[in-house]
Structure formats: C-alpha cells, structure tokens
Nanobody, 127 residues
Framework: QVQLVESGGGLVQAGGSLRLSCAAS????????MGWFRQAPGKEREFVAA????????KYADSVKGRFTISRDNAKNTITLQMNSLKFEDTAVYYC????????????????????WGQGTQVTVSS
C-alpha cells in the first residue's frame, strides 16, 4: 500500500509562484514513476506533469510547459512541482499520483497508468 500526501497549495496572485510537494510512503519509492494531475471546477481531471522513477525522463502538459517543473528526491520520498508565472486558469485541485510498476525511463501521462492517488491540494490563482 502506498500513501501520498500533497502539501503546499494556497492562494496566490497571477504571476506568482507556488511549490507543491508530495510525500510518499513505501520502501521502493525510488522505483515509482510519479505524476501531477489537476481538476478545475466543472472540468475533468487533466495531466500536468510526470517524472520517471529514474528521474531522467519528464513530461509536461503543453499548458504548463516552461512554467512548471517537476522533480524528485528519492532520499526523502518526495516529489515537488515548482509552479511559476501562475495564471488564473491554473486554479484547480492538484493531485499527486504514483505508478509502482513502470520502467525506469517512462513518465506516464494517462490517469489509468497510475495505481495510487493522493487526496489533493487546492491551488487558487487570483486574477
């Protein structure tokens, strides 16, 4: 069983920055591909960013490319999402997800590729 706990959400003005973290349980965190998804009010959950368990491969949604950066610290069992130049449309609940069975180089971007999810953290960007 893997538990994921997100933190770092909050209220920020457009143009500002936030840093989300996700702490994971599990002895083999270093073998989990990890991802961030988000769900805005009235919309379906969508992919934001992913990182392979080796850390050597990352993927981003086009809407956040160049503004968001995903990273991981396997020694601390955490991943982070650094969000810069935030826009009103980035407002959403952000979810951390783990894939426990993938290849070292693979950063999954589909929801059904992940087998564990966190509870989410709210990010609100004021315009």
């Amino acid at each position: 069983q893997v538990q994921l706990v997100e933190s770092g959400g909050g209220l920020v003005q457009a143009g500002g920055s936030l840093r989300l973290s996700c702490a994971a349980s599990g002895r083999t965190f270093s073998r989990y591909a990890m991802g961030w998804f988000r769900q805005a009010p009235g919309k379906e959950r969508e992919f934001v960013a992913a990182i392979s368990w080796s850390g050597g491969s990352t993927k981003y949604a086009d809407s956040v490319k160049g503004r968001f950066t995903i990273s991981r610290d396997n020694a601390k069992n955490t991943i982070t999402l650094q969000m810069n130049s935030l826009k009103f449309e980035d407002t959403a609940v952000y979810y951390c997800a783990a894939q426990t069975y993938g290849s070292s180089w693979y950063a999954p971007k589909e929801e059904d590729e992940y087998d564990y999810w966190g509870q989410g953290t709210q990010v609100t960007v004021s315009s």
